[in-house]
């Protein structure tokens, strides 16, 4: 824990801030520039809010086997294709938002961008970019390789011990959330570049996990938002490129006529 202590009283003393997309570039020339192996980022509403998944945010005990087939009970007659393993089912749940273990990720920092400042309700707030270094993560967690840029896909023998039924097998087991990679069937995740990570059975947050060797945590102050909208929007990120779907188109066109 003091390695955790040190690392939030760090954070408050290098935060940077984001005011703008001419900001945003700066800092990230600066932070990674120089850094050859993938970055991942993550947008949060909410400067106070930390990395914690879905199924963990809930004060009662929430069976994930039970959302599970709660889920598939549900979902197996309105879906085209089956899902070929647990997994494929976690993300599906995912993706129509059940409680997970999973955390969206990007490897577009606009996209995530978009994410930390698109909900207006969360407009008296400052919110958060958060950056992600996947390889020095999973190194926390023993996965290591000589192969650049490898990082396992949810098929990798790595990821077996944080499949649902091996989870469940043994309460005794915990160990460290990993990054991980996962086919992009859908037009959302891929219009996204949507990656995740995975938590075992510790529920703490993925950032007392980390240092800031593994992560850093970017300030983007509530008077900039509408700005930070605004440009964005010249750069057609909006709700349309990131969820290609008709309900996107419609509630566009509803903003244009405000």
Same mark, same amino acid.
């Given at each position: 824990m003091k390695k955790n202590k040190r690392y939030k009283q760090n954070q408050k003393l290098m935060i940077k801030k984001i005011n703008s997309l001419s900001e945003l570039i700066s800092i990230l020339k600066d932070d990674i520039g120089a850094y050859s192996e993938d970055v991942w980022f993550r947008g949060q509403s909410s400067f106070d809010w930390q990395l914690i998944p879905g199924l963990f945010r809930y004060t009662s005990e929430i069976s994930e086997t039970s959302l599970l087939t709660r889920f598939k009970q549900s979902a197996s007659l309105?879906?085209?294709?089956?899902?070929?393993?647990?997994?494929?089912?976690l993300f599906l749940m995912q993706h129509y938002g059940v409680p997970t273990r999973l955390l969206d990720w990007s490897e577009s920092p606009l996209t995530s961008l978009y994410?930390?400042?698109?909900?207006?309700?969360?407009?008296?707030?400052?919110?958060?970019?958060?950056?992600?270094?996947?390889?020095?993560l999973n190194k926390l967690a023993n996965?290591?390789?000589?192969?650049?840029?490898?990082?396992?896909?949810?098929?990798?023998?790595?990821?077996?011990n944080y499949n649902i039924q091996n989870v469940n097998s043994n309460k005794k087991l915990e160990m460290s959330?990993?990054?991980?990679?996962?086919?992009?069937?859908?037009?959302?995740?891929?219009?996204?570049?949507?990656?995740?990570?995975?938590?075992?059975?510790n529920k703490k947050?993925?950032?007392?996990?980390?240092?800031?060797?593994?992560?850093? /945590?970017? !300030?983007?102050? &509530? @008077?900039? /938002?509408? !700005?930070?909208? &605004? @440009?964005?929007?010249? !750069?057609?990120?909006n709700k349309f490129s990131l969820f290609p779907e008709?309900?996107?188109?419609?509630?566009i066109l509803k903003k244009k006529l405000s």
């Open positions: 309105l879906i085209d294709t089956s899902p070929k393993d647990d997994f494929d089912w994410f930390a400042i698109s909900d207006e309700e969360h407009d008296d707030k400052d919110s958060a970019l958060w950056v992600l270094k996947p390889i020095e996965i290591k390789t000589t192969e650049k840029n490898y990082i396992p896909s949810f098929d990798d023998e790595y990821l077996e959330p990993v990054a991980t990679i996962a086919t992009r069937n859908n037009s959302r995740i891929q219009a996204q570049l949507g990656v995740f990570t995975i938590h075992h059975l947050p993925l950032d007392e996990f980390c240092s800031e060797k593994e992560i850093v /945590k970017y !300030l983007i102050p &509530k @008077e900039s /938002k509408a !700005l930070l909208r &605004k @440009e964005l929007d010249l !750069l057609s990120v008709l309900s996107s188109i419609g509630e």
